[in-house]
């Protein structure tokens, strides 16, 4: 059971560049989407999410971008940071009232110097 | 700033026990769940609970795991008899839906590792 999807184990970006994660998705029910940031030995830490209404939603250096024809999402970071290197996991929930999260695989991003 | 808070961080039980694994969610929240993550493997969805009943479970939440809110504060994830395979991070989380902001803050999670 496959519905979210992070083809991406793993990325390294340099410390000042662009970050992009990508994630698709599978369940056209899903209509809210999260990305969390996991370090290891802690829980998941909520960054940014996004309404299905919505195609774009920003909050500091993180974006999130939405294309519901194509069913991706993905999150940029700009400019990334040696403290961004984390897990990120994408996650979705469907229609309704705090319904169950669906987490991605994750994606191991490293931010070098 | 408020978080979930969970105890223990790591706990060591032998197969057949019974295990209680805690939480305290964030004070003003509403809907509460467990999650699990196996080592090298994605968080998966255990319980969600509100209003103080089950609103929904997966299929690895069977007749051995349980769950109660035994007063205003804590959130127990109980496992009556653990087997190797329950080895895993169990995360707790809470969340307070307003408007269409349905954002679940975890805590730290309890490293159950079973013998």
């Known amino acids: 059971d496959q519905q979210v999807k992070q083809n991406s184990p793993s990325l390294s970006v340099q410390e000042g560049r662009i970050s992009i994660l990508n994630c698709d998705y599978t369940?056209?029910?899903?209509?809210?989407f999260l990305w969390y940031k996991k370090y290891p030995a802690e829980g998941p830490t909520f960054l940014i999410s996004?309404?299905?209404?919505?195609d774009k939603n920003e909050d500091g250096r993180f974006t999130v971008f939405l294309n519901k024809s194509a069913k991706h999402l993905s999150l940029h970071i700009v400019p990334s940071q040696p403290g961004d290197s984390a897990v990120y996991f994408c996650?979705?929930?469907?229609?309704?009232?705090?319904?169950?999260?669906?987490f991605g695989t994750g994606t191991r991003l490293q931010v070098t110097l | 700033e408020p978080e979930v808070t969970q105890t223990p961080s790591h706990q060591v039980t032998q197969m057949g026990q019974e295990v209680i694994l805690r939480c305290v969610p964030i004070s003003n929240h509403l809907y509460f769940y467990w999650y699990r993550q196996i080592l090298g493997q994605k968080v998966e969805f255990l319980v969600s609970?509100?209003?103080?009943?089950?609103?929904?479970k997966s299929e690895i939440f069977d007749d051995q795991f349980s769950v109660e809110r035994p007063d205003g504060s804590n959130f127990t994830l109980k496992i009556r008899s653990t087997k190797l395979e329950d080895s895993a991070m169990y995360f707790c989380a809470s969340s307070a839906p307003q408007g269409r902001s349905y954002e679940q803050y975890f805590g730290p999670g309890t490293r159950l590792t079973v013998t």
């Open positions: 609970f509100y209003n103080n009943e089950i609103s929904e």
């Open positions: 369940n056209s029910m899903f209509d809210y």
């Open positions: 996004i309404s299905s209404i919505k």
């Open positions: 996650a979705a929930s469907a229609a309704g009232t705090a319904s169950k999260l669906t």
